[in-house]
């Protein structure tokens, strides 16, 4: 790094120093971990905090920034679950890109904050661009958008804007299968939860009970209808363009939640699963999921400009009417937040130096991943497959036919935990506890997934044999 850059640390050593050690304290941790997670139970990762810290995360006098730097860096490395790990497969949890992870510390570095154009000038308009690009990725070419934290606040905010665009009261409608965050979004936003539409047997809303919900709904109220584009087990993507003539002919808005399955848009192989999309009123994308970020990296996209007139605020320190006028707009009416950091910059550098080709073979090879895997679960004489896989996840079971299937299925994902050997994703669908792998990592190859399938039945025998000695004694 330039030692001409942004002094960050006048009263020590230099960022480049400090960069240096921090990369040095990252390979010792990972070095240090054998696994894609540390070994041992939840007490032993406890206990190694708290030996890094000392016994004490604020000392009266400070250890001095290299052996702070170095040790806990060191212990949270070797502490952590490592999405690059192919054995670590569990969530929407990715390898950030190393060029993403460079630019986040640059962004770190200026530390610009996009509430008012003279805190981060530049940032303001390549966040302009960046969410234009992906609003006309999208299919709204008029559209905007904002960078957010992730879904969760992308949903939140979304949800606040079509309330309060709505003169009428407004009622919430979602799948069964949508993710947590909305019906968490109607408690924040002082509404009633969300109506809970059916799915049908490939895990989509149904539309036609959607339909006919509406037609019969109490006349003056105003649908706010949330499709999910990738649910979070099954992947599977709601079918948007009758959810949106659903919700339009009943003079309500699609919300789509696409935090995982948006990146199905890099893909000409995989982007003709989201049909429909432009048809939405708003859509949440994570880039932090199929975009291979360092979190944060979550993008709220409207298809009007005028959608996000409800959040606009005038606070005469940040945005003053005259400043505006005058060309310095602010960004300060997009976002929930007011202080906000320009983590706009590692996805403007992903776009660029992948772009959409090189995201979209990423996109397509765990795509291929996931098929592999349900093949070889499929071919497994110990494993079941619940479900075809649609994106990059695959949920299946072992050994469902014993009598403590749902136990044993439980238990051998914690063993593979504790033993510090995988990372498997646990979910529940049809009342039974099922495992998951979300195969989020491009470089991970056909032989690190059977491996980890190895591990999964290997871990399930060793649970078995406990069991069946505990039977006979
Ligand atoms: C479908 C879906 N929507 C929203 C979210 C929430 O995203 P975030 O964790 O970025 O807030 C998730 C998280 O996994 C998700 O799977």
């Not at 696994?35 to 000392?59: I, K, N, Q, S």
Request: hydrophobic share 45%; charged share 20%.
């Amino acid at each position: 790094m330039n030692r001409t850059g942004p002094d960050v640390n006048r009263s020590g050593a230099s960022l480049d120093e400090l960069v240096a050690l921090s990369l040095d304290a990252l390979a010792a941790g990972r070095a240090a971990r054998p696994g894609p997670v540390p070994a041992g139970d939840p007490a032993e990762v406890a206990r190694a905090v708290d030996a890094a810290l000392g016994g004490d995360a604020l000392p009266q006098h400070g250890v001095g920034e290299a052996s702070a730097l170095t040790d806990l860096v060191t212990a949270v490395a070797a502490g952590a679950a490592d999405p690059a790990d192919p054995r670590c497969a569990a969530h929407l949890h990715c390898p950030p890109l190393p060029v993403a992870v460079a630019a986040d510390l640059a962004a770190s570095a200026l530390n610009q904050s996009l509430d008012s154009w003279d805190q981060a000038p530049a940032a303001t308009e390549l966040e302009d661009r960046v969410v234009r690009a992906l609003a006309a990725l999208a299919g709204f070419p008029s559209g905007t958008g904002v960078v957010t934290t992730g879904g969760t606040a992308s949903t939140y905010t979304a949800l606040m804007l079509a309330r309060d665009a709505a003169p009428a009261p407004v009622r919430f409608y979602a799948s069964e299968l949508a993710h947590f965050s909305v019906d968490r979004a109607a408690t924040l936003l002082g509404l009633p939860a969300p109506v809970l539409v059916p799915v049908d047997a490939q895990h989509r809303m149904d539309a036609e009970f959607l339909r006919r919900t509406l037609v019969a709904a109490p006349v003056g109220e105003r649908p706010v209808v949330v499709a999910t584009a990738g649910t979070t087990d099954f992947g599977s993507i709601d079918p948007l363009r009758p959810l949106a003539e659903a919700a339009h002919a009943a003079g309500g808005w699609l919300h789509v939640d696409a935090a995982y399955g948006g990146g199905a848009l890099f893909s000409d192989a995989l982007a003709p699963l989201l049909d429909g999309l432009d048809l939405a009123d708003s859509v949440s994308l994570d880039l932090h999921k199929l975009g291979w970020q360092p979190a944060a990296a979550g993008v709220l996209l409207t298809r009007t400009q005028e959608a996000f007139r409800p959040l606009e605020r005038r606070a005469v320190y940040l945005n003053p009417a005259d400043d505006e006028a005058a060309g310095y707009t602010s960004l300060l009416g997009k976002s929930l937040r007011t202080t906000r950091r320009a983590d706009v910059l590692k996805i403007a550098v992903t776009l660029r130096a992948l772009g959409r080709a090189g995201l979209g073979e990423r996109v397509d090879a765990c795509a291929a991943l996931a098929r592999h895997a349900a093949q070889r679960v499929r071919s497994s004489q110990a494993l079941e497959l619940t479900a075809e896989p649609v994106l990059t996840t695959v949920v299946f079971r072992y050994r469902p036919q014993h009598p403590d299937a749902d136990g044993l299925n439980a238990r051998l994902r914690r063993r593979l935990l504790r033993e510090g050997r995988a990372v498997v994703g646990r979910t529940e669908s049809g009342g039974r506890v099922q495992l998951k792998l979300t195969l989020l990592n491009p470089e991970a190859t056909p032989a690190d997934v059977d491996a980890l399938l190895d591990l999964v039945v290997e871990a399930g025998d060793a649970e078995l044999a406990l069991l069946d000695g505990q039977a006979q004694a």
